[in-house]
């Protein structure tokens, strides 16, 4: 449990031989879908993959619109990086050796949270702790009116400038892969600049 909310959980998954003598790096998994579903325990396999590479894998759940709206849902991608930042090392994690991994609406967070400057500071976590940031089909850049799967995850007069993650990036931003499929007919391409 990393926070209040029934849906602040998170999943920790070590490799078998992780301990705190000799600390594996650790992956954080935000899921996507729309902001508004999806869940953790669907995502047992990638918790499973990372840990046979040797990574300690945590696999989170987020709050979801319409209840929740931006920024909540990277609120707590942030919170998620504090406990983890307490408590990884528990599980045979190193938490100054973290990467941030989220797929579609979890992109987004991750990218959000690791970019702009507001959500760190807000939990005195440093950016530098975060040592990679991977977006798999993120939207990054988009209207939201023009995307009505979108509108319920964000406030009725949110504009671009103010919400999207491309607008944020900051100069001590870790690196990030932000990969797209040349197939993907959900993310347009040109919400991924």
Do not use: C
Request: charged residues 20%; aromatic residues 10%.
């Amino acid at each position: 449990v990393y926070g209040d909310d029934i849906r602040q959980k998170l999943d920790i998954y070590s490799p078998l031989d992780a301990s705190s003598e000799q600390q594996k790096p650790v992956i954080l998994f935000v899921h996507g879908g729309t902001w508004q579903r999806g869940d953790k325990n669907q995502y047992l396999f990638v918790g499973e993959s990372f840990t046979q590479a040797g990574y300690v894998v945590a696999v989170m759940n987020y709050r979801l619109a319409p209840q929740h709206v931006y920024p909540d849902y990277v609120q707590d991608v942030v919170l998620a990086v504090r406990y983890l930042s307490e408590h990884v090392q528990q599980y045979g994690g190193d938490p100054q050796q973290l990467v941030l991994l989220g797929h579609s609406a979890g992109a987004f967070n991750v990218v959000a949270a690791a970019n702009d400057a507001q959500f760190l500071d807000s939990v005195n976590v440093p950016v530098s702790q975060i040592k990679a940031v991977v977006g798999i089909a993120g939207p990054y850049s988009f209207v939201i009116q023009e995307h009505p799967d979108s509108i319920p995850a964000f406030a009725e007069d949110a504009s671009p400038d103010a919400v999207m993650a491309d607008r944020r990036v900051r100069a001590d931003a870790p690196p990030h892969l932000l990969m797209i499929a040349s197939t993907d007919d959900l993310v347009e391409h040109g919400n991924t600049l």
